[in-house]
């Protein structure tokens, strides 16, 4: 299985992408493009379910899109004006094929398939009700909770039964659903999680990004309100909000790292934060150099902002090989180091005898970053600075982020200054919170009611998180392990 993260393991990793079209010729064809483009976002496995007017389909297997989707028997099983499909990687449940989206169950109301980005808080909690009132799991993903809500909702019409089931859930969520009356797309009541509708010719897509509808040229319409539901039927959108209106708390991060530079973001270019952090850290943090370097390709436009606003040049400094997927070495560490090597080399001709400032994202582990600095050491440089663009990872995400447990993030078990001894760096700083929030426009961050969802960087969880907070903080990752029953 390919993965396009340069470095395993030492990345925050989205947990999925999302896409469906109702109402286009070929619409499974269609979600396979959207997904292409959403590829980023979840590299374990993809799936796609489609509707015939009569029957659904889907198919669901592990890897890329590409080579699951591109097979014209696979296709044709698909056949139908609505379908709607997801990559993921697994931040619950284990890895395996029957946690793969989209979930499907046949209920009294007709069929309902489910895809979903996010991470239900509460999930535990609900199973084990759910359980003891007979309900009989087919996955360990969280997901499958929402469709037993649903199912064993006293209300008797499927919006309302919907409605319900989302009313006992807590964390995140950006969700299609499709049934053989329409398409339904919602956000969490705080927005958490991102999701767009597009328009192509007579048919609209949900999708988790813009990009997704850039390539399969259709035409943004508008982000899917935070705690709204869009109902797509017989060609007609109609918008419920069933739940009381709060300050809604997107997440901060998608603009750090996890959207796509090329997708617009509520509203909000990708590629012009990213930039505009770039400055902000240059001026929270400016250093004497040679040479700015990003570590591709996260930190690209960062590193483009950084050298705008110092005046010092930007250069490619290390060059990423863009044919490589993990790395196929066995374990060991001296074949480790040489696999590394073969996803990224030093630009030795331009970095030796020059002080380099290198540009990252942010640090998880710390294992990319210390890898980096000796790469610029190998190759002659005389300093190596560290800036990173965001402040540090401190603390877990419970929403739908593949993050380490608090005892591996660096930044909760380190100093800054211990950081930078640990990655072997002539200084290491970060962006300041209040930085990134002047990146997105703000004046700085309200620290009463926050503008976004920036946990992992304070700790400031914006909802209950019943599934963790009844447990001590060292048990909670061990429990998610254990979630099979």
Request: charged letters at 20%; aromatic letters at 8%; proline letters at 4%.
């Amino acid at each position: 299985m390919l993965t396009t993260h340069p470095f395993d393991n030492d990345k925050l990793r989205e947990e999925c992408g999302v896409f469906g079209i109702h109402g286009a010729d070929s619409a499974a064809a269609v979600v396979a493009l959207g997904l292409h483009a959403l590829q980023h976002r979840g590299q374990e496995a993809a799936g796609i379910t489609g509707f015939d007017g009569k029957e659904f389909h889907t198919h669901r297997a592990m890897g890329h899109v590409a080579g699951n989707f591109d097979r014209d028997d696979i296709m044709r099983q698909l056949a139908g004006a609505s379908a709607i499909g997801h990559v993921r990687y697994s931040t619950t449940g284990e890895t395996a094929l029957r946690n793969v989206q989209p979930l499907f169950a046949d209920l009294a109301t007709g069929g309902f398939a489910v895809a979903h980005n996010g991470n239900i808080s509460n999930a535990m909690a609900l199973r084990k009700l759910l359980v003891r009132r007979g309900s009989i799991f087919q996955s360990t993903s969280d997901t499958e909770v929402i469709i037993h809500l649903v199912a064993t909702s006293n209300y008797r019409t499927l919006l309302d039964r919907f409605i319900d089931a989302l009313k006992q859930v807590e964390g995140a969520y950006s969700l299609i659903v499709l049934t053989a009356e329409g398409m339904i797309g919602c956000r969490d009541p705080l927005g958490i999680r991102p999701l767009v509708i597009g328009k192509l010719n007579d048919g609209y897509i949900f999708a988790s990004e813009t990009v997704a509808l850039d390539v399969v040229g259709a035409e943004f319409v508008r982000s899917v309100q935070p705690g709204e539901l869009v109902i797509v039927r017989d060609g007609e959108l109609t918008s419920h909000h069933p739940f009381a209106e709060r300050p809604a708390r997107p997440c901060i991060f998608e603009y750090v790292y996890f959207s796509r530079p090329d997708s617009i973001v509520d509203g909000t270019s990708v590629y012009s934060v990213r930039k505009a952090i770039g400055a902000e850290l240059a001026r929270e943090n400016p250093v004497e150099a040679d040479l700015v370097i990003p570590v591709p390709d996260s930190g690209t436009p960062a590193a483009i902002g950084y050298a705008q606003e110092s005046g010092i040049p930007f250069e490619l400094g290390i060059i990423r090989s863009h044919y490589v997927g993990r790395t196929f070495i066995q374990p060991g560490d001296k074949v480790r180091h040489l696999g590394v090597k073969l996803k990224h080399n030093a630009n030795k001709a331009l970095i030796h005898g020059k002080r380099v400032v290198l540009i990252d994202d942010s640090i998880v582990r710390g294992t990319t970053s210390l890898k980096i600095v000796q790469m610029m050491r190998d190759a002659g440089a005389t300093e190596v600075h560290m800036r990173i663009a965001s402040p540090p990872t401190q603390h877990s995400c419970f929403y739908g982020v593949d993050t380490p447990e608090r005892a591996k993030l660096l930044a909760a078990q380190m100093t800054i200054g211990q950081m930078a001894n640990f990655i072997n760096a002539d200084s290491l700083t970060f962006l300041t919170i209040d930085g990134l929030y002047r990146a997105l426009g703000e004046a700085k961050r309200n620290d009463d009611v926050p503008q976004y969802c920036d946990a992992c960087f304070t700790g400031a969880y914006p909802t209950t998180l019943t599934d963790f907070d009844e447990h001590a903080l060292e048990d909670q990752f061990s429990l998610l392990a254990e979630r099979v029953v």
